[in-house]
């Protein structure tokens, strides 16, 4: 496993909210993730799940009484405070958020909160109204001014029947939080990285268009990957139908021509530039305004050349492009390290059915600006993309920026 979650020791609290069964699932992720996770109940939260539960998924034990004479715990209330990467308290109530604002320490979940170094962060669930109140504001502010990550809430349908803010937000953003968190004093960190996904659309008229079949993925396994090493990240994407991921500030365009002013804007700040999405090289010369009939006869377009984005985008940054090819793989791709001035070229060969396009994995050739090939095996998306940063990193280093 080689997540940014693998061998981390996470400490996660419960507190009694609704919310409690969502953190059975945030657990069994964890654990499928690789992280050991220790996990305090409080009192209000056993009225929700059982220990049991957690137990069964974390195969840990799990601490609901500060004082139980049996626990591996009881001897030492600080000892999970010691060894936690993180402590993640979700869901967290409004009762719960006021004790950690105001420091108190009187059960094992706050005992273990006060007495920890490591990041915390907090995953708030409660009503609408509650999370309104201005007590609650003034809580979480007061624990985001002394660095808590506060995650979510989110808005929409609540357990009391109302809408508004204060639905825990779902595992897959929790997850992105944690990691983000974990990874935010990266070798990144301080750098800006900005990253294009999926695939581009040309409108021929008001109802079709001309793309490809990028799903977006190798480019969103970019952003939270440069994420979890403590870079910002800009994401410019192409229509997918991926979520944004937390933590990442993601610019959404459809034409080769969007994308090129999304990514020349975000590149006078960045110190790399990785470009993972699918350009058309060609779009129609001019949309029609209404659908276009079908008539007897062929249809033929005119297409006309887009902006080739890598090939204008100006340095200082570090400049990566991907190639999909078909045949001659790495002959193709070196070929482009040179047209397009590229310190680094990702050669994908998208007749493998685990790699390229709509695929979780990927198979790499990276290609230097000196030409030197090296040959990667089939990795997952996020794994390829923690090869790809290795480089990026160094090259980062090496440019003295
Ligand atoms: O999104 P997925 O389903 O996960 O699939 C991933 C992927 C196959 C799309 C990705 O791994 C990939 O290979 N992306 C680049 C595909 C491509 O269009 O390659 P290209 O050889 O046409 O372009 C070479 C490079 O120039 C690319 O970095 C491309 O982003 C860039 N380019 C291309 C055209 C253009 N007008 N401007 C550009 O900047």
Redesign the pocket.
Known sequence: MAGALAGKHIVLGVTGSIACYKALDLASKLVQAGALVDTILSYGATQFVTPLAFRSLTHREVVTDTFDLHSQFSNEHVALAQQADIVVIAPATVHCIAKLAAGLADDPLTTTVIAAKAPLLVAPAMDANMFDHPATQENLAKLRSRGVVIAGPAAGRLASGLTGMGRLLETPELLGYISATLGRKGDLEGRTVVI????TQEPIDPVRVITN???????YALAEAARDRGAKVVLVAAPTSLPNPPLVQVVRVQT?QQMAEAVFKAVRQADALI???????YRPASAAEQKIKKAAGALTLELTN??????TAKGPFVKV?????SQDLVENARA?VRS?GLDLM?A?D?TDPQS????DT?KVTLIDKNLRAEELPVLT?YEVSQRILDRVSALILASGA
């Not at 294009?196 to 695939?199: E, H, I, L, R």
């Not at 492009?321 to 090819?325: L, S």
């Not at 390229?356 to 695929?359: A, D, I, L, Q, T």
């Open positions: 294009s996904a999926g695939g079949h990028s799903s977006g993925k190798m480019g080769a470009m993972a999405a699918a350009v058309a090289d887009t902006t080739d984005i890598l090939a492009g991907f190639a999909a090819e482009k397009k990702v994908n998208i390229g396009f709509g695929s990927n998306k």
